[in-house]
């Protein structure tokens, strides 16, 4: 009397990766997935590589785990994948505050993320 298993939301020729409670912006962490979509796994990883954004070594973890789901899981080919979508949701937001002058408060609002990176297996062109 289990759970029934739900069907696979992807296709056969795709993997996915995701990552929950990142430590920066949506908008931030969008800029840096949007860097990387459409590209080939190679050329999105030789990008996160070099960004000079923080945030770029998370994507990049992120983006090595949805190859690897795709090599281990899935038994698709590493070299002919492509980054099909990467993107950013928002998670909580810890609220703090910050004292001001004559009683007041300043708002500090520290925002989280959540990151989906989905690869797809390339068909081969003769």
Do not use: C
């Not at 990142?22 to 800029?31: E, V």
Request: hydrophobic letters at 40%.
């Amino acid at each position: 009397m289990g759970k029934m298993s739900a069907e696979r939301r992807l296709d056969d020729t795709e993997a996915q990766a995701v990552s929950t409670m990142i430590r920066t912006s949506p908008r931030k962490l969008n800029l840096v997935a949007a860097t990387i979509r459409g590209k080939t796994v190679d050329r999105a990883l030789a990008e996160l590589t070099f960004s000079k954004r923080r945030i770029a070594g998370e994507v990049k973890k992120v983006l090595q785990s949805a190859i690897a789901n795709a090599e281990n899981n899935h038994q698709l080919d590493v070299d002919s994948l492509v980054v099909k979508e990467a993107y950013v949701g928002k998670a909580m937001v810890m609220k703090r505050w910050h004292a001001r002058a004559r009683g007041r408060v300043g708002k500090i609002v520290k925002p989280w993320s959540n990151l989906t990176i989905v690869v797809r297996e390339r068909e081969e062109t003769v």
